[in-house]
């Protein structure tokens, strides 16, 4: 089992590497010659080979031998970094991620083949179609440097065998980077009765000279140095043979049980940690209800001291699902780097605001979206560099990412500067598909029409759009995050798409309300006042305005849009939103006020439920839907009522 979940460990940080050498990768291909770039791809590679084969992946351990020898001559200065050899390494990476995910194939291995071969034969390094590495000699150290001597202390914990690790593989992949001394300390090893196999009482003392830097000896223990105390000492001494010369003490490596300003935690862990909190949000609601009818002073203080608890908790416990932007939108790089070579075009992708974060479980949700978009902007908005160059354009066509808060929720804005939608080449496409269009529709309902399913304007499919199912996926993630999207498009200008999307899908503050004896809820960061309501002085004739100060605002009348047959009750009051930059108010029968919210998503068997984006249970058990203020809005037309406050506001100037 200790193997198991160690192994499990290699894996997730083995991904994590593969990911940090996207980036330089890309970046290697504009500066061929920045020395850290290659020494970071090298020093992950070096540190998957050295890994792997500790934990008894042998195949990733031979392949990435071979692209760590590349790097390693790159960094000798016997091999330039060509175009070639980056795309060679970014189809490596790859990979390895099928062989960490054991998706290993006959396919693949054919792939790992031609790959090796490749890179042999533009590399000049003579290397196995296997993988598999030749024997290291005193000759092939890899030493790129001066060679300088290092005193290393090991001291592993006992209970390290029983963490999978093994010493050999380590002392073996240490003794590739120079030449290696090592004297292993058998003081702590106890009498035979009280000897326990299982238990690692060795520790070892090595001296290494070594023309490779300090980071990479460092990187051969990453693995172990939560488990081991691990010092790496300089030697002022020149001979490797000498022994008694003094020691220049250096840092220590790191160790992160030491130094735990993070760990990791699986998602499942943390998905039932929310759970569980909105399981005692709901309860303390219940003890709420309660307490307020006892009416006992004492009841009700430890209600509200459980309150504020309960309130801290449950931001604590959200702002850990919340992870930044920056991961998923720099992953979208190399997307369009293969994308830029399939289609002959020159693409840039530019990001900003990724510090913006988001509920893990958003993020995921997103990658589709995002990916999709990407995808139909460098194949049907980007046009080709000679296209470009004649519309007095940059050969380079750019695509943007950003992000930014809009209260509670995020905005996501994907630009390029393309050629723009094409309206009449969106309506043809429409009618040729027999899709119902109102003769009064604008432009921003045409170009909605882009994400109804099986809908395109290109003219034969490819490998990469022309299905008509990348924007379907684009409509149905958003509605499944309560998400709107939002487009504005110029020709020959390029085309922005904005993604509005909640920060959580768990927990919000809510606004709880009646209408008709049912409760509902408004999402608390739309609501910026409630005013009492007098149908006789406040509403102009039919078209639904309250005057609020110097203004007239548009409302909706929520008995009249859910069909409320109570009777209406004596003091009705206007909740008024701010949403999207306008200010709308909704007519409800009670104002009940703040509640912390636990969102359950409605079950597929609900219909015709558009205007909630879900349900929450209360203390006594009860049902209370949560309002989507965007559909509301859309179904009673809004826009009609813009114009009536137009209207009045003329006629009473």
């Not at 022994?243 to 840092?251: D, I, N, R």
Request: glycine residues 6%; charged residues 25%; hydrophobic residues 40%.
């Amino acid at each position: 089992m200790g193997f198991e979940l160690h192994s499990e460990l290699f894996i997730e940080e083995a991904m994590d590497l593969l990911r940090d050498i996207e980036a330089p990768l890309l970046e290697l291909e504009a500066s061929p010659d920045r020395k850290d770039l290659i020494d970071s791809i090298f020093r992950a590679m070096h540190t998957i080979k050295g890994s792997a084969a500790m934990f008894g992946f042998e195949d990733v351990s031979h392949f990435t031998h071979d692209i760590e020898t590349t790097f390693d001559a790159i960094r000798k200065g016997t091999l330039s970094v060509t175009p070639e050899i980056i795309e060679l390494t970014l189809t490596a990476k790859d990979c390895i991620r099928e062989m960490l995910l054991k998706k290993d194939s006959s396919e693949e291995l054919e792939k790992r083949t031609l790959l090796l071969s490749k890179l042999s034969r533009i590399s000049g390094i003579t290397q196995k179609a296997t993988g598999m590495p030749e024997p290291v000699t005193a000759i092939e150290k890899k030493q790129s440097g001066a060679a300088v001597p290092y005193h290393i202390t090991f001291i592993p914990d006992r209970n390290i065998f029983l963490r999978g690790v093994k010493a050999h593989p380590l002392l073996a992949d240490l003794s590739s980077l120079g030449q290696l001394t090592v004297n292993a300390v058998l003081n702590d090893i106890p009498f035979l009765e009280e000897f326990d196999p299982e238990q690692c009482y060795l520790s070892w003392k090595m001296d290494i000279v070594s023309g490779s830097p300090v980071e990479d000896i460092r990187s051969v223990f990453i693995f172990v140095e939560d488990y081991a105390k691990i010092i790496i000492e300089k030697k002022t001494d020149i001979s490797p043979t000498e022994q008694g010369g003094s020691l220049k003490k250096m840092p220590a490596v790191e160790r992160r049980r030491v130094d735990a300003t993070s760990i990791r935690v699986k998602n499942e862990k943390l998905d039932n940690l929310v759970n569980l909190v909105g399981e005692m949000v709901t309860l303390h609601a219940r003890l709420v209800q309660e307490s307020n009818r006892e009416r006992l002073p004492e009841f009700i203080s430890i209600s509200e001291s459980l309150g504020r608890l309960t309130a801290d908790l449950r931001d604590i416990t959200m702002s850990v699902r919340m992870v930044p932007l920056s991961e998923t939108f720099s992953s979208f790089n190399r997307l369009v780097h293969d994308l830029s070579k399939t289609l002959g075009k020159q693409i840039r992708l530019v990001s900003e605001g990724g510090e913006t974060e988001l509920d893990k479980n958003v993020i995921e949700e997103l990658r589709d979206p995002l990916m999709h978009i990407i995808r139909n902007a460098a194949d049907h908005a980007i046009e080709m560099p000679d296209v470009r160059t004649g519309k007095g354009k940059e050969r380079e066509g750019l695509i943007s990412l950003s992000a930014e808060y809009s209260g509670a929720n995020v905005r996501i804005r994907i630009q390029d500067d393309g050629a723009g939608l094409n309206k009449e080449k969106i309506l043809s496409a429409a009618i040729a598909r027999g899709m119902t269009i109102s003769p009064d529709a604008d432009d921003a309902e045409i170009y909605q029409l882009i994400f109804a399913p099986g809908f395109s304007t290109a003219v034969q499919a490819t490998d990469i759009s022309g299905r008509g199912v990348g924007m379907d996926v684009v409509k149905k993630n958003l509605e499944k995050l309560r998400g709107s999207i939002g487009i504005v498009t110029e020709k020959d200008k390029g085309t922005t798409i904005s993604l509005t999307i909640p920060l959580t899908l768990a927990i919000i503050d809510g606004f709880m309300c009646e209408v008709g004896r049912q409760p509902y809820i408004f999402n608390l960061s739309l609501v910026r006042e409630c005013i009492a309501f007098d149908d006789k002085a406040d509403e102009i004739s039919v078209n639904r305005l309250v005057r609020i100060r110097d203004s007239y605002v548009p409302f909706v009348n929520l008995r009249n849009t859910f069909s409320v047959s109570d009777s209406a009750s004596p003091y009705p009051q206007i909740v008024v939103t701010e949403y999207e930059g306008n200010t709308i108010g909704f007519l409800v029968d009670k104002v009940i006020g703040h509640c912390q919210t636990v969102i359950k998503p409605l079950g597929k068997g609900v219909k015709n439920a558009v205007m909630f984006s879900g349900a929450s249970i209360l203390g006594d058990g009860s049902i209370a839907l949560i309002l989507d203020l965007q559909q509301i809005i859309a179904q009673t037309e809004i826009a009609d009522l813009k114009a009536a406050e137009k209207s009045a506001l003329y006629d009473g100037g």
